[in-house]
């Protein structure tokens, strides 16, 4: 049978997550404690953690791919060999500041 790494790796993921919530709170998936309006609203609440952080990556995203079209535009204006070493580096720390980097 042939295995696939990614599927492995989620599998390991999703038990070393379940060792930590055993250890964290002393409970499984199979608790019965919970109401189903319950389970629903702790989904709800992992579903808008993970929407921040994909916001928070596209964000960063758009900042390298905006930062790199601006060094790229720097690049072609100028002749490079012409440049000075602080003209180089003024213009990769522009790159980078618009980066956040």
Same mark, same amino acid.
């Given at each position: #049978?042939?295995?696939?790494? #990614?599927?492995?790796?989620?599998?390991?993921?999703?038990? %070393?997550?379940?060792?930590?919530?055993?250890?964290?709170y002393g409970v499984t998936m199979d608790r019965?404690?919970?109401?189903?309006?319950?389970? =629903? @609203?702790? +989904? %709800?609440?992992? +579903?808008?953690? =993970?929407?921040?952080? =994909?916001?928070? /990556?596209?964000?960063?995203?758009? /900042?390298?791919a905006d930062a790199f079209e601006w060094l790229? %535009? %720097?690049?072609?204006?100028?002749?490079?060999?012409?440049? @000075?070493?602080?003209?180089? /580096?003024?213009?990769?720390?522009? +790159?980078? =500041? /618009? +980066?956040?980097?």
């Open positions: #049978m042939v295995s696939d790494s #990614m599927v492995e790796s989620v599998i390991n993921k999703y038990k %070393q997550r379940s060792k930590l919530g055993i250890e964290k019965k404690d919970l109401s189903d309006v319950d389970w =629903l @609203t702790h +989904a %709800q609440e992992e +579903a808008l953690d =993970l929407s921040l952080y =994909l916001e928070k /990556m596209i964000v960063k995203k758009k /900042m390298y790229e %535009q %720097q690049l072609y204006k100028t002749k490079w060999d012409e440049l @000075t070493h602080n003209e180089k /580096m003024n213009i990769f720390g522009s +790159a980078r =500041l /618009m +980066a956040n980097i």
